[in-house]
């Protein structure tokens, strides 16, 4: 397993990430919910971006946080478009359902320009106080192949992990220097701020409000096709697939009994190859996965027609703020 560099700088995810946020000096590791790794029926919480408050976050246009999203007419037939020149999973399932939201790949992007920016202003701030900084590269995937990991239909991703979690795509520093000097003047000490902080809000200042607004859409997205195991449908069906197992001499209820009982191992052994490949196969047999997805599409489809006033209005609002990023971008340091 890859152990992130403590003092790296680590950037604002794509809102196609969204897995975490790793604020200036903290860390995050690479573990996910039981649940999230095989196509979370739930999601792991989010946090927005520093400085903000999740309960002043923007909410135009979307659905009570509690209030069930249904299907508008108007969504029947939405054609799935994959924003990725991937093909996507023949089900997706969960955080999958992000990769057909055109937008994002906007909002990325606007999030890349920010992110560089930051890096641009770190580096003249260290360069002033006679420290050599090297821009953090941020990872510009926007982690398809990590999400389409998790998806429990995922043969390769399934006799390479088992039940464990995958590791999920890093941003790369190249920046070695560890001595307390260094580290004082990127992150500051009791008696000044570091460079990261104070080149943080000439960055982040036009980015930042739209960046918290799209992570509330997102969130509201992954609300939306959650909860299958919970309706009647979905508990049949693991118990379906929990009787399928037995048959196979495994007595787990659920995938999260599977999880525990194979994914804190250091190691991937050959006996849990064997029980995700029966995992497979049952769920293959039964249709989990796949009546999993038809009901998470469903879902989807009425959030789009529910947020496309908010996507719409988030687009606008980039445009604008772009051209004033692009002045900011323009500054002599």
């Not at 992990?161 to 001595?179: I, Q």
């Not at 001499?249 to 190691?267: K, L």
């Not at 006996?271 to 998470?296: P, V």
Request: aromatic content about 8%; charged content about 20%.
């Amino acid at each position: 397993m890859r152990v992130q560099n403590s003092h790296a700088v680590k950037r604002v995810p794509s809102l196609l990430e969204l897995l975490c946020f790793v604020a200036i000096g903290a860390s995050c590791g690479n573990s996910t919910s039981g649940e999230e790794r095989l196509g979370a029926d739930h999601n792991a919480s989010t946090v927005l971006l520093p400085g903000s408050q999740p309960s002043g976050a923007s909410t135009r246009g979307l659905p009570a946080a509690d209030s069930p999203v249904a299907p508008s007419l108007t969504a029947q037939g939405l054609e799935l478009t994959p924003i990725s020149s991937q093909p996507p999973s023949e089900y997706p399932v969960a955080g999958e359902f992000r990769e057909f939201v055109p937008t994002l790949l906007e909002v990325n992007e606007f999030a890349l320009r920010a992110f560089r920016e930051w890096q641009r202003r770190i580096a003249a701030c260290m360069s002033s106080r006679g420290f050599d900084y090297a821009a953090t590269e941020p990872v510009d995937e926007l982690v398809f192949d990590y999400r389409r990991a998790q998806n429990p239909l995922n043969q390769q991703a399934a006799m390479q992990w088992g039940f464990h979690s995958p590791l999920r795509p890093e941003d790369l520093s190249t920046n070695t220097n560890s001595t307390p000097e260094y580290l004082d003047a990127l992150h500051g000490s009791d008696s000044s701020s570091g460079c990261a902080s104070d080149a943080y809000p000439k960055a982040y200042a036009v980015t930042l409000p739209l960046l918290e607004d799209g992570q509330v859409l997102v969130n509201s997205l992954d609300q939306a096709v959650s909860g299958y195991f919970a309706t009647a449908e979905g508990i049949s069906a693991m118990a379906a697939w929990s009787a399928c197992l037995g048959e196979e001499g495994y007595s787990f209820a659920s995938r999260d009994d599977a999880i525990a009982a194979y994914g804190s191992e250091e190691r991937i052994s050959q006996e849990e190859l064997r029980a995700r490949q029966s995992d497979l196969e049952c769920d293959r047999s039964l249709g989990m996965t796949s009546g999993r997805s038809a009901w998470e599409r469903r879902r989807y489809e009425g959030w789009v027609v529910q947020t496309e006033g908010s996507w719409s209005d988030l687009k606008h609002r980039m445009q604008t703020a772009g051209q004033e990023l692009s002045t900011v971008e323009s500054e002599v340091l």
